[in-house]
């Protein structure tokens, strides 16, 4: 039993943190990229905590444009 509790709480750990890099680092436009943090709370994935981190989620002004003007997409893979 100890097994199948153990393997079911890494399956999870592992599904939550797969979820999280996917919406946090798979965007394909400006639009994509600035709702990454509110697709993120929505899903529950983090705390505010986590949200607020400027290394994770750093506020630079314009990212978008950036982003929509250079054609840039990202895409992570876990």
């Not at 990229?33 to 529950?44: D, E, L």
């Not at 705390?47 to 990202?74: C, R």
């Amino acid at each position: 039993m100890k097994q199948v509790v153990a393997k079911s709480t890494i399956t999870k750990a592992s599904d939550t943190s797969q979820q999280f890099f996917n919406l946090a680092y798979n965007w394909s436009s400006g639009f994509d990229y600035k709702k990454r943090i509110k697709k993120i709370k929505q899903a529950k994935l983090v705390t505010n905590q986590v949200l607020a981190n400027d290394y994770l989620f750093p506020e630079v002004g314009g990212t978008a444009d950036y982003i929509d003007n250079n054609g840039l997409k990202s895409s992570s893979v876990v």
